[in-house]
């Protein structure tokens, strides 16, 4: 034997050990500890967690309280929203019918819902299933959310559905990605058009049971009564807080399944074992076709940094983000509602399913799944947590110190007589959003949306024609600007509104004043 060849059995051997040695998965004792590191640090009530490995649940486990009101323990058949994890049921009920026959991925939209449309002509007649399900319609990311966002507007599903024609796109149609929630509203309700039931009933009855999701539900509706339910809770002023959750069924077919950690994992175990469930494999919910569609890149994700984990490629399915990571397919989604987040992700190739649920916002569900993974890859030294703690903190140090700046000037500005704040005074309107009365409360200006009714607060002047706006309810965002547009003569015709933290849910909305 050559001196080479010596060489490489002897390197190959030695890396074969090396990934004996460290590619340890993660001890009961390592997970309880990284779990209550993180519920502290993050401030986060109540945790499960359940790690899937070579078609076992080998873990599951909860951890905390699923209420700070009740103090009742988080179990494994707690129920969490799983929020947007929801998306991949919503795929995973096109996929079914796709098996049955009763349409196809490359339908058009307009086949079963002809009344609908969206701003762009060419988008609205090619517009395929295929197209909503993986994010790449051309629709804003997070546009034309308020309609069901906060939970405490007026509109109906179909009105939701039918104000898409009225939102701008922020690219060409198919040409990049940009999340939509309500694309997958329409999805939902395609489901419903063909199945000839609600899209609820349609999740429940054809995957939910079947795969033994007894106490699982399609919305929180469903499932309210059940004693074994979180709380959601939010970091409000320094305090975690148990707040209103929201229980709006119109966006069930984007974020509305409650589960648990046993249930989630059956639902997982299905997806690892291509479409197979029940003892020993027998049953059949989804065929091995349609499970490779799902996890089959559909628009690309752009990659800027491969990271610890390498990854140099990344993309969107049906319903999951897929990437690579350390050289392995990872499939993975979260989800994250008022009040509560969940991940789950899954490595095929190592047999590998995680699932984490949280009953708080924050970055938890998403740091535990991380570091459960490096322990599969063997990845040593990634202090996830603490990572995460950083980034938070600094883009919190970031905000704040825009939240100051923002309130500061406020300050600093003169005050309006009540004669020039009566310009401001007026009903205006929004093609999509509908009504804002802006009224005189005293010396201030109070704005109040007609549809959304939690969309109200107090104005504080800013600048010339411009205001900043507080929300009334300390659980929403950080305020907005009101930017007047003033007419020849100085009348005020409309205003946008901008985010003191940017973001896009404000970006398409051109308030314009009705006439007396």
């Known amino acids: 034997m050559n001196r080479t060849k010596l060489l490489f059995l002897l390197l190959t051997w030695l ?101 609908f449309r969206l701003y762009d002509s060419l988008a609205s007649q090619q517009l395929t299933i295929r197209d909503l399900l993986s994010h790449r319609s051309g629709l804003p990311n997070g546009v034309g959310d308020l309609m069901h966002d906060p939970d405490s507007t007026d509109f ?63 919305s929180y509706q469903a499932c309210r009564d059940n004693p074994n339910l979180i709380d959601a809770h939010k970091l409000l002023r320094d305090s975690v807080r148990v707040v209103t959750r929201y229980g709006s069924m119109k966006v069930d077919a984007a974020g509305g399944v409650y589960t648990n950690i046993e249930e989630m994992s059956k639902w997982v175990l299905m997806l690892l074992n291509r479409g197979k469930y029940g003892p ?20 690309i994700i752009p990659v800027h940094q491969p990271g610890i984990y390498r990854t140099h490629f990344a993309a969107y ?14 499939i993975v989604h979260s989800g994250q509602d008022v009040g509560m987040v969940s991940e789950v992700a899954m490595l095929p190739e190592l047999g590998l399913g995680v699932i984490v649920f949280t009953n708080s916002e924050s970055g938890a569900a998403s740091v535990i799944t991380d570091q459960i993974i490096d322990s599969y890859l063997g990845i040593l030294g990634e202090d996830q947590t603490a990572a995460m703690q950083e980034r938070v903190q600094r883009q919190e140090r970031t905000s704040q110190s825009m939240r100051d700046s923002v309130w500061q000037q406020a300050a600093r500005q003169t005050p309006l007589t009540a004669t020039d704040l009566q310009r401001y005074v007026g009903t205006y309107q929004d093609i999509w959003l509908g009504r804002v009365v802006i009224s005189l409360h005293g010396h201030q200006l109070w704005f109040a949306s007609q549809r959304s ?59 314009q004043r009705v006439k007396d």
């Open 317 to 330: 399915g049906l319903g999951w983000f897929l990437s690579d990571v350390r050289g392995y397919k990872e």
């Open 15 to 115: 890396n074969g050990a090396e990934w004996k040695v460290f590619a340890q998965p993660i001890t009961v004792q390592q997970l309880d500890n990284l779990v209550q590191r993180n519920r502290s640090v993050f401030q986060v009530p109540g945790i499960a967690v359940g790690i899937i490995k070579d078609g076992k649940l080998l873990v599951s486990k909860g951890y905390g309280v699923r209420s700070l009101q009740t103090k009742q323990p988080v179990t494994t058949q707690t129920l969490f929203g799983i929020a947007s994890n929801t998306k991949a049921f919503t795929a995973a009920a096109i996929a079914l019918l796709v098996d049955e026959g009763k349409l196809r991925w490359d339908d058009r939209v307009n086949q079963y819902l002809p009344g």
């Open 156 to 218: 109906t599903l179909e009105e939701i559905l039918y104000n898409q024609r009225y939102i701008k796109p922020s690219s060409s149609f198919r040409s990049q990605f940009a999340y939509s929630n309500n694309g997958y509203l329409v999805a939902g309700a395609i489901i419903a058009q063909v199945a000839g039931v609600s899209w609820e009933e349609f999740i429940e009855q054809r995957i939910l049971r079947p795969l033994g999701m007894q106490q699982s539900a399609a």
């Open 453 to 511: 009714l939690q969309l109200r607060g107090f104005m504080r002047v800013f600048g010339p024609n411009q205001f900043v706006l507080k929300w009334q309810n300390p659980e929403l965002d950080d305020g907005v600007f009101v930017q007047f547009n003033s007419s020849p003569g100085e009348r005020i015709s409309g205003f946008s509104l901008q985010a003191i933290i940017p973001n896009s849910s404000y970006s398409d909305l051109h308030f």
């Open 280 to 299: 020993h494999l027998t049953k059949q919910l989804l065929s091995e076709a349609v499970i490779e569609d799902l996890f089959t890149p559909q628009v």
